[in-house]
């Protein structure tokens, strides 16, 4: 299969110089792969790694499909289905399940009216639990779209730090 852009494909010229830029950045070494397809997916649409950029970074990088696949597939950090617009990873270590993470779970759940593992059906958000993100400073925790919020012990914490999705918005009391 050809990784090269055409009018229905998720390649767009955008993304294909977006995913060359990165690639560069990381001197087309492929034992980088992992930081590589993570900067890639928070510049997919769904953010996810699909078969076509998984495709086009493997012979970019002269890779076999099933090389990239593997990676994907062994990181939780790294999708090959598509999510909502905004990720929201539940901190599931054991930290943040002495600190009340249960709670927190229930919090998410209700909120979004979605289980772990789903989205929600306008495709805004999707609710994921993650192993340590290293938040155990600041536990129970979030990560939305990447930005570490906590401790989120109350609804409105949890409803706060889901109103700031934007990267770079995250709190640490």
Do not use: W
Not at 16 to 25: D, E, P, Q, R
Not at 91 to 96: L, N
């Amino acid at each position: 299969m050809s990784a090269q852009t055409a009018s229905n494909s998720i390649l767009t010229e955008t993304l294909t110089a977006h995913i060359n830029g990165v690639l560069a950045s990381y001197a087309m070494d492929p034992t980088r792969l992992v930081g590589m397809l993570l900067e890639i997916q928070d510049h997919t649409p769904k953010q996810y790694i699909p078969k076509e950029v998984a495709v086009y970074v493997g012979e970019k990088l002269d890779l076999p499909l099933s090389r990239v696949y593997d990676v994907i597939s062994f990181y939780e950090a790294l999708s090959d289905v598509p999510r909502g617009d905004i990720v929201v990873q539940f901190c599931d270590s054991v930290v943040c399940k002495v600190n009340g993470n249960n709670k927190l779970k229930e919090a998410l759940e209700s909120i979004l009216g979605i289980k772990m593992g789903e989205t929600t059906p306008d495709g805004k958000y999707h609710l994921e639990s993650a192993p340590c993100f290293g938040a155990c400073d600041i536990s129970p925790a979030i990560r939305v779209n990447g930005v570490v919020y906590g401790p989120l012990k109350t609804e409105a914490d949890v409803r706060a730090a889901l109103s700031r999705p934007e990267k770079g918005e995250g709190q640490r009391e």
